[in-house]
């Protein structure tokens, strides 16, 4: 599976957008874009997941570069409970699916 | 999304003893469940791949003898950690496959502190 880069932490207000890169230079063709983040001591939640098309849904919307060696997840409005972790996984679908989780990039909702 | 339950969601036991957690997806059947560890301020690390009706698939590093995985049934996956030390206090998380998605969902995690 490709491997995803992200910063190590960002913030944004409470209220606001929060867009939350990641790279994947090397993604192939077939692999997809996975979401998930991760509130402290509770297990990952998936939020959304693409291949080429952007992508929406009540928690988030995805977007994907043409190319495909980025990606943007965006929370149109950031609450206090939107602090968290959030990797963002390249993989395969099918019977290889495994997912390898990096050190994603904690978000950090303020007031 | 699909939910998948862990039980239970901490224990604390004596070295030397073994402990097993249960792992159900509640409203969709999972041929294929993972099992993951996260120690403190670390990602998650994949431990196992469940299948159901065969044989689990260990990662590298892993002793399957020690970490025991049963996929006897359409929702439930066990992990049993055998004979227990302090270094096995961790974080333990399932998360199962639901194919109708091609998306792994997870369970809340179970915490385990051998003393």
């Known amino acids: 599976d490709a491997k995803t880069t992200q910063p190590t932490s960002m913030d944004c207000a409470e209220g606001r957008a929060a867009n939350l890169p990641c790279n994947h230079s090397?993604?192939?063709?077939?692999?997809?874009v996975y979401w998930y983040r991760q509130i402290h001591s509770q297990g990952p939640q998936y939020i959304i997941h693409?291949?080429?098309n952007n992508e929406t849904n009540e928690m988030a919307s995805l977007i994907i570069t043409e190319d495909r060696k980025s990606s943007t997840l965006i929370l149109p409005h950031a609450t206090l409970r939107d602090t968290a972790v959030y990797y963002c996984?390249?993989?395969?679908?099918?019977?290889?699916?495994?997912?390898?989780f990096g050190k994603g990039i904690t978000l950090s909702v303020r007031p | 999304g699909a939910v998948v339950s862990q039980h239970p969601s901490r224990v604390i036991c004596k070295s030397g003893t073994s402990v097993k957690i249960e792992c159900r997806s509640l409203?969709?059947?999972?041929?294929?469940m993972f099992w993951y560890r996260q120690f403190p301020k670390k990602s998650l690390m994949l431990m196992a791949t469940?299948?159901?009706?065969?044989?689990?698939?260990?990662e590298q590093g892993v002793e399957k003898d020690k970490f025991l995985i049963n996929h006897a049934s359409l929702t439930l996956s066990t992990l049993t950690v055998t004979s227990a030390h302090p270094e096995d206090s961790s974080f333990y998380i399932c998360?199962?496959?639901?194919?109708?998605?091609?998306?792994?969902?997870f369970g809340p995690g179970t915490r385990l502190t051998v003393l």
């Open positions: 998360s199962a496959m639901d194919w109708r998605t091609d998306t792994q969902y």
């Open positions: 693409g291949l080429k």
């Open positions: 409203d969709f059947q999972a041929t294929t």
């Open positions: 996984i390249a993989v395969l679908t099918g019977a290889n699916s495994k997912l390898t």
């Open positions: 469940s299948n159901e009706g065969s044989k689990a698939t260990y």
């Open positions: 090397t993604i192939s063709g077939n692999e997809y």
